[in-house]
T-cell receptor, first 116, second 112 residues
Framework: NAGVTQTPKFQVLKTGQSMTLQCAQD?????MYWYRQDPGMGLRLIYY???????DKGEVPNGYNVSRLNKREFSLRLESAAPSQTSVYFC???????????????FGAGSRLTVL | GENVEQHPSTLSVQEGDSAVIKCTYS??????FPWYKQELGKGPQLIID?????GEKKDQRIAVTLNKTAKHFSLHITETQPEDSAVYFC???????????FGSGTQLTVLP
């Protein structure tokens, strides 16, 4: 059981280039999330998808787009990368995104992105 | 929205000693408080959580306490071991919210 798989693990971009981070989960979870992790700032939510067919903005959505391709896959796209988007990106999933229950997150191993 | 502050940012303890990490939250409606551990090169993993109707919860060497009046909660690790070295994140969530708000993280180092 792989859990949450992210690709690529490392990527270097030049300013203005575009790229897509891929995420897939095999736990039949309804909800998926994209976070970025920066030193001293913890984990900040970029976008999430409470269920297949829905997406919502998180705390720091500017400069990103997402696609919930199906129940398993949730991709994050940078259309025109900027140095401020240099970060470690984590995808996560949870059984459900509603207010009830503990909503435990399962994280992927992360994708380290550097924008020059 | 919710704001979660976490202290200290770094913590070093001798093996066998206890470690305490503290978090405060701003939204009195928050009712779920998990703690995640992130080992080097890996994603965070849930280690313990507590709901607002409980004051303390233990799981072997780790425990979490919650003070709703003061709006703070703490992670306690006893008899620390080298494998406890990691970054620890606290988080909080309102019952009506769909996502967690994380603290800034604590780098715990257990010295042999």
């Amino acid at each position: 059981n792989a859990g949450v798989t992210q690709t690529p693990k490392f990527q270097v971009l030049k300013t203005g280039q575009s790229m897509t981070l891929q995420c897939a989960q095999d736990m039949n979870h309804n909800s998926m999330y994209w976070y970025r992790q920066d030193p001293g700032m913890g984990l900040r939510l970029i976008y999430y998808s409470a269920s297949e067919g829905t997406t919502d903005k998180g705390e720091v959505p500017n400069g990103y787009n997402v696609s919930r391709l199906n129940k398993r896959e949730f991709s994050l796209r940078l259309e025109s990368a900027a140095p401020s988007q240099t970060s470690v990106y984590f995808c996560a999933s949870s059984p459900r995104g509603g207010p009830s229950g503990a909503n435990v997150l399962t994280f992927g191993a992360g994708s380290r992105l550097t924008v020059l | 929205g919710e704001n979660v502050e976490q202290h200290p940012s770094t913590l070093s303890v001798q093996e066998g000693d206890s470690a305490v990490i503290k978090c405060t939250y701003s939204d009195s409606a928050s009712n779920y408080f998990p703690w995640y551990k992130q080992e080097l090169g890996k994603g965070p993993q849930l280690i313990i959580d507590i709901r607002s109707n409980v004051g303390e919860k233990k799981d072997q060497r780790i425990a979490v306490t919650l003070n709703k009046t003061a709006k703070h909660f703490s992670l306690h690790i006893t008899e620390t071991q080298p494998e406890d070295s990691a970054v620890y994140f606290c988080a909080a969530r309102r019952g009506s919210a769909r996502q967690l708000t994380f603290g800034s993280g604590t780098q715990l180092t257990v010295l042999p």
